[in-house]
């Protein structure tokens, strides 16, 4: 079973910064399409960014393009995402998933972002 766990959320301010982490047991992310997803009280969840296993393509959501930044160190077996200048609207749970069997699967719990303007 394929358990993945994001790290690196808080409570900021309007324009700090914060780095998000995912890693992964039972199953590696080396080889993994990985994606990052948010959801905030009352909305759907939408999708942030992912980055291929290589980090050879990368996508980001019109909103945070610019701000965030997705890398990846497959030798820790993590991928991070970088999030600066942030805005109260980045405030929402933040999760991490797996691309496998033509859809995101294996969710982690997700980590609060919380942003005070």
């Known amino acids: 079973q394929v358990q993945l766990v994001e790290s690196g959320g808080g409570l900021v301010q309007a324009g700090d910064s914060l780095r998000l982490s995912c890693t992964s047991s039972?199953?590696?992310?080396?080889?993994?399409?990985v994606g990052w997803f948010r959801q905030a009280p009352g909305k759907e969840r939408e999708f942030v960014t992912s980055?291929?296993?290589?980090?050879?393509?990368?996508s980001y959501a019109d909103s945070v393009k610019g701000r965030f930044t997705i890398s990846r160190d497959n030798a820790k077996n993590t991928v991070y995402v970088q999030m600066n200048s942030l805005k109260p609207e980045d405030t929402a749970n933040y999760y991490c998933t797996i691309w496998s069997g033509g859809a995101w699967s294996y969710w982690g719990q997700g980590t609060q972002v919380t942003v005070s303007s």
């Open positions: 980055i291929t296993w290589n980090g050879g393509s990368i």
């Open positions: 039972g199953r590696t992310l080396t080889l993994a399409k």
